[in-house]
Every structure is written in structure tokens, then in C-alpha cells.
């Protein structure tokens, strides 16, 4: 039972709009930054959003990241299939002192 | 280029030890928080343990504190993970992760390619 709360799976066609929910408490998401992260089948993970909405260098700007009160959302437009992978949320937990993690979306592209 | 790579995994019985490193390059180590994230077979990513840039905090999850010891040498720009008492459920891959800043708050912004840990009699 993961601390943070996404939905196991999600999908889209190519060009559609997707969005992964991430659902926390004050303690974690309601009082620090949320954080993406994008596993494309057998690799490491890589940083996808930072700072609720932030993206690193060389993400494109399909995706989106947003944060209101205790829940979080990454959003991912013009869906491509190369966006199929697993994606995390995570945070800070106040009362645990330390990082969770979201249980994982598997996003398929149909 | 930031570089992470781990070692030091590998198959070990229920009961044993094993120490991980992880060797970091191309980033001021002595500047960062490191942490260590494990994946077990077809599961989620969970977070094992973390360290600010100075060793002055150290945190752990609740299922690894007593067994598990972070630690890091900045002269040698290097992590470790001693692991004690291992049981069969620590069977995962081991991912060394830099975090954002000197002290540990959630980010992993740079991930290494993962060792192997596997606890079987």
C-alpha cells in the first residue's frame, strides 16, 4: 500500500490529452514539492517534473505537471508511443522523514 | 556529464550481508544528497534510504532502519549501502539517485542503471 495514490493504468491514442492523478495528505503532498518520473520499460528511472511543475531540460512541453491542495497531476498531450511507460509521483513525507512514492500508472498508447 | 554507477550486487543468502557502491562522476558529489531506491521484480519504485551532502542527516525507511547503513565518502565521490539481515523480500534492483541540494526532500533528479540484489538460499 503505497503512501501516495495513482491509478494502476491509464491510456490514450496517439494525439490525445492524458492525465495520471496522484493523491497524498498535509503531510506530504499538501506541504512539499510533487515530483514526475517516467520508467520506460527495462530502464532506470528519469526525472520528468520537478517541483510540481517544473520540467528539466530536454522534456518536451507535453508534459505538464500541476498541484492543488493534496493531489497532483501530470498531464501529457499529443500522446506519442514512446510516452509508454510507467510513471511515478513522489514526495516528502513530514511525519514518515522521508521520500514516497506513488504506486505507478502503466500508461498505454492504443 | 553526471554518471552514476552502481556495484556490488549480486545473489546472497537470507541471513547475509552485501555492500553496495555507487560511483558518481561529472557533478560536485560533495554538493549533493544521495539516496538509494529500490524496484523489486514487476513492483513500484520504493525509497530505502538518504543522506545529505555532509552525512549530517541520514534518513531510512521504517523496513530497512537497524539493517540497512548509508554512508558516503566525498573524497572519493562515492556511495555505499551496507546491507545486513538480508531477507528475501530486499530482492530488488538497487538504483543510486542524486537528489536536489545538500539535504534530502523527495528529488531524484539523476538515477544510475540499477544493481541487481537477489536474497535466496
Known amino acids: 500500500q503505497s503512501v501516495l495514490t495513482q491509478p494502476p493504468s491509464a491510456s490514450g491514442t496517439p494525439g490525445q490529452r492524458v492525465t495520471i492523478s496522484c493523491s497524498g495528505s498535509?503531510?506530504?503532498?499538501?506541504?512539499?514539492?510533487v515530483y514526475w518520473y517516467q520508467q520506460l520499460p527495462g530502464t532506470a528511472p528519469k526525472l520528468l517534473i520537478y517541483?510540481?511543475?517544473q520540467r528539466p531540460s530536454g522534456v518536451p512541453d507535453r508534459f505538464s505537471g500541476s498541484k492543488s491542495g493534496t493531489s497532483a497531476s501530470l498531464a501529457i498531450s499529443g500522446l506519442r508511443s514512446e510516452d509508454e511507460a510507467d510513471y511515478y509521483c513522489?514526495?516528502?513525507?513530514?511525519?514518515?522523514?522521508?521520500?514516497?512514492f506513488g504506486g505507478g500508472t502503466k500508461l498505454t498508447v492504443l | 556529464e553526471v554518471q552514476l554507477v552502481e556495484s556490488g550486487g549480486g545473489l546472497v543468502k537470507p541471513g547475509g550481508s552485501l555492500r553496495l557502491s555507487c560511483a558518481a562522476s561529472?557533478?560536485?558529489?560533495?554538493?549533493?544528497?544521495m539516496n538509494w531506491v529500490r524496484q523489486a521484480p514487476g513492483k513500484g519504485l520504493e525509497w530505502v534510504s538518504s543522506?545529505?551532502?555532509?552525512?549530517?542527516?541520514?534518513y531510512y525507511a521504517d523496513s530497512m532502519k537497524g539493517r540497512f547503513t548509508i554512508s558516503r565518502d566525498n573524497a572519493k565521490n562515492s556511495l555505499y549501502l551496507q546491507m545486513n539481515s538480508l531477507r528475501a523480500e530486499d530482492t530488488a534492483v538497487y538504483y543510486c539517485?542524486?537528489?536536489?541540494?545538500?539535504?534530502?526532500?523527495?528529488?531524484?533528479?539523476?538515477w544510475g542503471q540499477g544493481t541487481l540484489v537477489t536474497v535466496s538460499s
Open positions: 539517485a542524486r537528489g536536489d541540494g545538500y539535504n534530502p526532500n523527495g528529488s531524484f533528479d539523476y
Open positions: 561529472g557533478f560536485t558529489f560533495s554538493s549533493y544528497n
Open positions: 543522506i545529505s551532502s555532509s552525512s549530517s542527516y541520514i
Open positions: 498535509s503531510s506530504n503532498i499538501g506541504s512539499n514539492y
Open positions: 517541483r510540481n511543475n
Open positions: 513522489a514526495t516528502w513525507d513530514d511525519s514518515l522523514s522521508g521520500p514516497v
